[in-house]
C-alpha cells in the first residue's frame, strides 16, 4: 500500500507542472511580470551583466514586450534553460516566451508544440578551430574531435554535413555554451560548431580572439526567432508583433531618440499608426495604443539593439549581413501595420 | 455456579444483526473499511493523473505515441559498443545508450568491489598508517557528492593532460606509457586493442551482432571456470577419501588458460597500438573523457561505502572466530581469507546488493560529463529532438526499473547461496 501512496504522489508532483494555461497575456498582466526563458549565459545574446542585469540582443525582445505588455522593461523574470531544457520549460508553462537563439524548423513549429513569433536573427551553423591547426576550410576537418551542444538543431546538421562529406568525426556532446568554451580552450576538441554568431560570441570572450578563426563553411540556416506556447494566438500575436514594431522602427526611421517626437503625430500614416497617433491596432491585440511606443522606448528599435549588443562596435562584432532591412539588401521585412 | 450471568463465562459474541456503523467501531471490519476507503482514494487520484495527462497533452496539441522509436535519430553517438550511426532509429541509439549504461555500471560495480573490499580490510589493518589512510579515503569521497567527484576527474583529464598534439614531432612534449602504447590525453586514453587475423564475423542476432571470435572466446572461459570446477571437487573428494590434497594448480591453469590460449593462437590475436593520425589518436580503444571520469567517480565514490559495508561485515563476526583459527596455527591472511570473509559474506551481501543499484542508477549522472548512456540518449537528445517528453521519461523509467530489478534478483540469489545454511 505504502509503496502505491509514493507512486501517486511521484506521479502527481511530475504531473503538476504540466497544466498550462491558455490566456497567457491575462496570467502575465496578474503576475506583474513576464516570464522569458533565455541561454545558460551566452554574451551579447543572454547574459548578465557585472550587475547581474540580463543584457542582449535576445534580452532585448523580452523587455520590449514586458514594456508593450506590462510597461515595464523590466518586469521580467529570466529563467536560464539549455538547449535540452528550453522546449519543457515552455510547454509546461514555466515560461511565457522562448528568447534564446533558437532556430525555426517544421518539427519544433509543428510537432513540439511551440508557435515561432517571427525571426530576429538569421544564422548558419559555422565551425571555429585554433588557428595553430592550419585549417582553413571545414572540409579537412575529417577525424577531428568536434565539441557540440546537445539538443540542438546544430547536432544533426553536424552529423548530417560529416556524412553527406564522407567524413568521420568524434563528437563530444556537451549542455552549456560555458562548458563547451572551457572544453575548446583546454584542447579537449578541435572544433567547436554552433550558430556563427554564437561562435563569434563566444571567441568575443576569449583571452585571445586572435587566435581563433571561424572557417568559411556555413553549413545550415538557422533562422533564430522567439517562441511561445502553440494554442494560445494572442499571446502569439503580441510577441510576433512586438518583433515587428521593432523591425518597422528601424524601416521608419523610429528610434529611441525621437520616438517621443514621433508618437506625437506625423505626416507619415504608417507611423502613426504603428506609435497609436492613428488607428488602434493596439486595442486589437488586446493592448492600449501606446504599446509600440513603450515597446521601442525599452531598448530602441531593431537596428539600435543589433548595434548596442552584438554589432560591429561591440567586442562581437557582428556584421549586419542577412539581418539587415530588406531596402539595405537584407532579409529583414515587417509586415505592414495597418 | 451455573449461572450465565457472569461475564467470564460469556465467550460467544452476542448474535446481533449486522450494522453500517460495524464498519467504523468493529476491529474486525475496521481495518477492511479503511483499505477499501483508501483504495477507493488511490483510484480516484490515479485517475484524476491519467485524465489531467491526457487533458495537458490535447491541449498542447500532442498524441501518446511511441512511434517516434522509429524514425532516424539524425544524431551521432561517440562511444557506441554496436553498430550505430545517424541514419539508424531513435531505438537504436536507445539501445546503444543503454549498452554504455550497462559497460559504465559494470567497470563502476568492479572498480568499488576491488575499492571497497581492500579498503574496508586495511581500515582494519593494526597498522596505524595503513588504517588511518583508509580512513581519509573513505570520509573523503562518502562526504562529498558522486556528481562532484564526477566533474572533478572530468576537469582533471581535460585540463592537465596533454593534448594529442602534445605527442607529434621530433621532440614532443608528451610520452606515450608503457612501451608506446598507451597514450594518456586530455580527450581520453587510448590503449592497444586486441584484433584478429582470422576473422570469424560476427552472429547475427537482428539488433545486435557480435563478433565470434569474442563469442568463441567467451564459451572456452566459461567452460574452463565449469572444468575447473569439476577438478576442484574431485580433488576434495580425493582428500576426504585418503587425507592428502592432490596437487591440482597445474590441472587448473590449464583448463582456464590453455583453450583460450590455443584460441587467441588460432585466431592469429595481434595487439593493435594506438597511433597519431590526423587531429587524434586513431586505432586502438579510446576510453572516452567522459567514461574515465564517471568510472573513476562512481568507482572510486561508491567504493568508500563498500568499504564501510565490508568493515562492518568483518566486525560483525565474533572475535572468538579469529582466535580459534590462530589457535589452530592460521596465519592473519589465511584466517581472514578461510575464516572471516566467508561468513562476513552474509552479512556483507545484502548491503552491497544496493550499492550495486546506487551505481546503475547513478550511471544516469553520465550528462554532466557527456557520457551518451540511456539518459544522454533517449532520455536526453532523443526526447528533445522529438518531443517526446512523456513517453521518453516513461520509457527510460521502466528500462531502469526492469534494469535494477535484475540486478537485485541475480544478487539476491547469490546471497542465498552464501545465506548461512541452517539444517
Given at each position: 500500500m505504502k509503496k502505491t501512496v509514493l507512486y501517486g504522489t511521484l506521479a502527481a508532483s511530475a504531473l503538476l507542472a504540466g497544466a498550462a494555461g491558455a490566456q497567457t497575456l491575462e496570467a502575465v498582466q496578474s503576475n506583474g511580470e513576464l516570464s522569458c526563458g533565455v541561454s545558460t549565459g551566452l554574451a551579447g545574446f543572454s547574459a548578465p551583466d557585472a550587475n547581474g542585469v540580463w543584457q542582449g540582443f535576445d534580452v532585448a525582445v523580452c523587455r520590449a514586450v514586458a514594456a508593450a505588455v506590462l510597461g515595464d522593461p523590466m518586469a521580467v523574470s529570466f529563467v536560464s534553460t539549455t538547449g535540452q531544457t528550453r522546449f519543457s520549460a515552455l510547454a509546461s508553462g514555466e515560461i511565457d516566451m522562448l528568447s534564446r537563439n533558437t532556430t525555426w524548423t517544421l518539427s519544433r513549429d509543428v510537432d513540439l508544440g511551440n508557435t515561432f513569433a517571427g525571426i530576429n536573427y538569421y544564422d548558419g551553423q559555422g565551425f571555429m578551430v585554433n588557428?595553430?591547426?592550419?585549417?582553413?576550410?571545414?572540409?579537412?576537418?575529417?577525424g577531428a574531435t568536434v565539441c557540440i551542444q546537445t539538443g540542438t538543431t546544430t547536432e544533426l546538421n553536424l552529423a548530417d554535413f560529416f556524412r553527406v562529406n564522407g567524413m568521420e568525426y568524434e563528437p563530444v556532446p556537451i549542455e552549456t555554451n560555458a562548458e563547451a568554451q572551457q572544453q575548446y580552450l583546454a584542447g579537449a576538441c578541435d572544433v567547436y560548431t554552433t550558430d556563427a554568431s554564437g561562435l563569434a560570441a563566444t571567441r568575443a570572450s576569449?583571452?585571445?580572439?586572435?587566435?581563433?578563426a571561424i572557417l568559411p563553411e556555413i553549413i545550415s540556416k538557422e533562422p533564430l526567432g522567439p517562441a511561445v506556447r502553440q494554442g494560445d494566438d494572442q499571446w502569439a500575436d503580441i510577441v510576433r508583433w512586438t518583433l515587428n514594431a521593432l523591425i518597422a522602427a528601424e524601416e521608419l526611421g523610429v528610434t529611441s531618440a525621437n520616438i517621443e517626437e514621433l508618437a506625437a503625430g506625423t505626416d507619415n500614416p504608417e507611423i502613426n499608426r504603428l506609435l497609436g497617433s492613428e488607428g488602434d491596432l493596439g486595442g486589437m491585440l488586446g493592448l492600449d495604443s501606446d504599446w509600440a511606443v513603450r515597446a521601442i522606448s525599452a531598448a530602441g528599435n531593431y537596428g539600435e539593439i543589433f548595434a548596442s549588443t552584438i554589432g560591429e562596435q561591440t567586442p562581437i562584432g557582428l556584421a549586419r549581413g542577412l539581418n539587415a532591412q530588406w531596402t539595405q539588401g537584407g532579409l529583414l521585412y515587417a509586415p505592414p501595420f495597418r | 455456579m451455573s449461572s450465565t450471568g457472569d461475564p467470564r463465562t460469556q465467550t460467544a459474541a452476542p448474535k446481533e444483526g449486522f450494522r453500517l456503523s460495524m464498519l467504523l467501531y468493529d476491529q474486525r471490519y475496521r481495518s477492511i473499511t479503511i483499505q477499501i476507503v483508501f483504495l477507493f482514494a488511490l483510484m480516484l487520484g490515479i485517475a484524476w493523473l491519467v485524465d489531467n495527462t491526457i487533458n495537458n497533452l490535447r491541449a498542447l496539441g500532442k498524441d501518446f505515441s511511441f512511434a517516434f522509436l522509429n524514425t532516424p535519430a539524425g544524431y551521432d553517438i561517440n562511444q557506441r559498443p554496436i553498430e550505430y550511426n545517424s541514419q539508424m532509429t531513435h531505438g537504436r541509439a536507445a539501445l546503444v545508450g543503454l549498452l554504455n549504461t550497462a559497460i559504465l555500471a559494470v567497470m563502476a560495480c568492479a572498480l568499488a568491489t576491488v575499492l571497497g573490499v581492500v579498503a574496508g580490510v586495511l581500515r582494519l589493518s593494526k597498522n596505524w598508517i595503513v588504517a588511518r589512510l583508509m580512513s581519509v579515503y573513505v570520509e573523503l569521497f562518502r562526504n562529498i557528492p558522486t556528481l562532484v567527484w564526477i566533474i572533478i576527474f572530468g576537469a582533471i583529464m581535460t585540463e592537465s593532460m596533454p593534448a594529442p598534439s602534445a605527442f607529434r614531432g621530433d621532440t614532443p612534449s608528451a610520452n606515450m606509457l608503457f612501451n608506446d602504447s598507451v597514450a594518456i590525453t586530455n580527450r581520453g586514453v587510448y590503449i592497444p586493442s586486441i584484433q584478429f587475423a582470422n576473422d570469424l564475423g560476427t552472429l547475427p542476432l537482428g539488433v545486435v551482432a557480435p563478433s565470434l571470435n569474442w563469442i568463441l572466446l567467451l564459451a572456452a572461459l566459461i567452460a574452463g571456470v565449469f572444468a575447473n570446477k569439476a577438478i576442484l571437487k574431485h580433488a576434495t573428494a580425493v582428500q576426504n577419501a585418503t587425507g592428502i590434497r592432490p596437487k591440482t594448480w597445474w590441472k587448473s591453469l590449464a583448463v582456464l588458460v590453455g583453450p583460450i590460449i590455443v584460441l587467441f593462437v588460432a585466431f592469429g590475436a595481434f595487439l593493435e597500438y594506438p597511433e597519431l593520425g590526423g587531429f587524434n589518436f586513431a586505432d586502438g580503444t579510446h576510453l572516452r573523457n567522459s567514461l574515465i571520469a564517471m568510472w573513476l567517480g562512481l568507482g572510486i565514490y561508491t567504493g568508500a561505502f563498500v568499504a564501510e559495508i565490508v568493515r562492518s561485515g568483518i566486525l560483525a563476526i565474533s572475535k572468538g572466530q579469529s582466535e580459534a583459527a590462530f589457535a589452530l596455527g592460521l596465519q592473519p591472511g589465511k584466517t581472514m581469507r578461510l575464516v572471516i570473509l566467508p561468513q562476513a559474506l552474509r552479512v556483507i551481501v545484502p548491503p552491497l546488493i544496493s550499492q550495486y543499484l546506487n551505481i546503475t542508477k547513478n550511471t544516469s549522472l553520465g550528462l554532466a560529463v557527456g557520457y551518451m548512456d540511456l539518459r544522454s540518449t533517449l532520455g536526453g537528445i532523443t526526447i528533445n529532438q522529438t518531443g517526446r517528453e512523456l513517453e521518453g521519461m516513461l520509457l527510460m523509467m521502466l528500462v531502469y526499473l526492469v534494469v535494477s530489478l535484475g540486478i537485485s534478483g541475480a544478487m539476491n540469489i547469490y546471497n542465498n547461496r552464501i545465506m548461512l545454511k541452517e539444517r
Open positions: 588557428r595553430e591547426l592550419g585549417v582553413g576550410s571545414a572540409m579537412e576537418l575529417s576569449f583571452p585571445e580572439p586572435g587566435n581563433h | -
